[in-house]
C-alpha cells in the first residue's frame, strides 16, 4: 500500500507565510516527480508547481517569486514554502506523486489541505 498525505494548510492575512509537507509512504521502490495542484471554488484543478527526482523544478506563472517548492528524496518528502500570499490562493492543495511500487508505475493524490487567505 501506498499514500500520499498533505499537511500544513490553514488560514493566513494576506501577505502571509504557510508552508505544506507531502509526505509518501508504504512500499515504495522509487519516487519520480512530485507536484503540489489547488482547486479553487468551481474552478478546474490547476498545477502549482513540480519537482523532478533530479531537481529540475516549474512554477506556475501565478505563483512565480512567491512559492517555493523542494523535496528530500531520502525521506520521500516534499514541501511548498508559499510567501505573500493573496486571496486567490485560497484553494484546496493537493500533493501528486509518481512512484514506483512493486514493479508497478502509478500516479498517487493525496486527500488536499485547505488553505485559505483572508483578513
Do not use: H
Not at 488560514?11 to 507565510?17: C, I, M
Not at 489547488?38 to 531537481?55: F, Y
Not at 512559492?67 to 493537493?94: C, G, H, W
Request: proline letters at 3%; glycine letters at 12%; aromatic letters at 10%.
Amino acid at each position: 500500500q501506498v499514500q500520499v498525505v498533505e499537511s500544513g494548510g490553514g488560514l493566513v492575512q494576506p501577505g502571509g507565510s504557510l508552508t505544506l509537507s507531502c509526505a509518501a509512504s508504504g512500499s515504495i521502490y522509487r519516487v519520480n516527480a512530485m507536484g503540489w495542484y489547488r482547486q479553487a471554488p468551481g474552478k478546474e484543478r490547476e498545477l502549482v508547481a513540480d519537482i523532478a527526482s533530479g531537481g529540475r523544478i516549474n512554477y506556475a506563472d501565478s505563483v512565480k517569486g512567491r512559492f517555493t517548492i523542494s523535496r528530500d528524496n531520502a525521506r520521500n518528502m516534499m514541501y511548498l514554502q508559499m510567501n505573500s500570499l493573496k486571496p486567490e490562493d485560497t484553494a484546496v492543495y493537493y500533493c501528486n506523486a509518481d512512484i514506483v511500487s512493486w514493479g508497478t508505475r502509478m500516479n498517487y493524490w493525496g486527500q488536499g489541505t485547505q488553505v485559505t487567505v483572508s483578513s
